[in-house]
T-cell receptor, first 111, second 114 residues
Framework: QQQVKQSPQSLIVQKGGISIINCAYE??????FPWYQQFPGKGPALLIA?????SEKKEGRFTISFNKSAKQFSLHIMDSQPGDSATYFC??????????FGTGTSLTVIP | DTEVTQTPKHLVMGMTNKKSLKCEQH?????MYWYKQKAKKPPELMFV???????INESVPSRFSPECPNSSLLNLHLHALQPEDSALYLC?????????????FGSGTQLSVL
C-alpha cells in the first residue's frame, strides 16, 4: 500500500514557468514532510522540508504548501530552470525515523 | 563534512560471487540506512542501524547481509544474488532515529547482477 501518493508522474515546463508537484497521505502520525531532488546516477538530495504546524515554507525559488486538514502538500518551483530537470520525491516521516516516499515526478524544463 | 560516501560507484557481479558495498560518514550520525532503488522508482528501505545495532529489517532476503562495524561505517555483504537484485543501492544517515529528521543520502552503488 502506497503511504504517500504523488502526482503527476511526469511534468514538462517551459523555462521561467512554475512547476507544481502534489502529494497526499493518510497517516496522521506523519510529522515531517521533506522533498528530495534526484539527478540520474546520484542519490536523493534534501531540497526543502516542512512540519505539519506550518502552512507554507519558502526557500529561494522553492515553496512547500501544506494543508493539514486535507492531508496534502505540494512543491512549487518558481522561475523553473533547465538545471531543475530531475526527479522529485516527496516523503513523509513516521515512527523510528522511517521515511515513506512518493512514487516520484520526472520534471523536464524546456529552454 | 556533510557527505555520505559510498564505494564502489559501480559493481558488476555474477550470481555466484560474493561482494561488499561500503558506506562511510563522519557527521557523528548514529543512524544509518540501506535503501534499494530500481529505475524510475522511489527508494525502498532495507535496513536501519541505530547506535550500531540493527533496528529495522524490512524482510530482506538473507542473500543481503548488513554489518555496522562502528558508528561511521556501514557495509552490505552480497552473496548469491539474482538478476532482479540489480538496482541502485543507497546508503543514508541521520543524527538519530528519534528526533533528527534530516536524512542524508550517498550517491549510491549501481549494481548489475549477471
Amino acid at each position: 500500500q502506497q503511504q504517500v501518493k504523488q502526482s503527476p508522474q511526469s511534468l514538462i515546463v517551459q523555462k521561467g514557468g512554475i512547476s507544481i508537484i502534489n502529494c497526499a497521505y493518510e497517516n496522521t502520525a506523519f510529522d515531517y514532510f521533506p522533498w528530495y531532488q534526484q539527478f540520474p546516477g546520484k542519490g536523493p538530495a534534501l531540497l526543502i522540508a516542512i512540519r505539519p504546524d506550518v502552512s507554507e515554507k519558502k526557500e529561494g525559488r522553492f515553496t512547500i504548501s501544506f494543508n493539514k486538514s486535507a492531508k496534502q502538500f505540494s512543491l512549487h518551483i518558481m522561475d523553473s530552470q533547465p538545471g531543475d530537470s530531475a526527479t522529485y520525491f516527496c516523503a513523509a516521516r513516521g515512527t523510528g525515523n522511517q521515511f515513506y516516499f512518493g512514487t516520484g515526478t520526472s520534471l523536464t524544463v524546456i529552454p | 563534512d556533510t557527505e555520505v560516501t559510498q564505494t564502489p560507484k559501480h559493481l558488476v557481479m555474477g550470481m555466484t560471487n560474493k561482494k561488499s558495498l561500503k558506506c562511510e560518514q563522519h557527521m557523528g550520525h548514529r543512524a544509518m540506512y540501506w535503501y534499494k532503488q530500481k529505475a524510475k522508482k522511489p527508494p525502498e528501505l532495507m535496513f536501519v542501524y541505530s547506535y550500531e545495532k540493527l533496528s529495522i529489517n524490512e524482510s530482506v532476503p538473507s542473500r543481503f547481509s548488513p554489518e555496522c562495524p562502528n558508528s561511521s561505517l556501514l557495509n552490505l555483504h552480497l552473496h548469491a544474488l539474482q538478476p532482479e537484485d540489480s538496482a541502485l543501492y543507497l546508503c543514508a544517515s541521520s543524527l538519530t532515529t528519534v528526533r533528527n529528521e534530516k536524512l542524508f543520502f550517498g550517491s549510491g552503488t549501481q549494481l548489475s547482477v549477471l
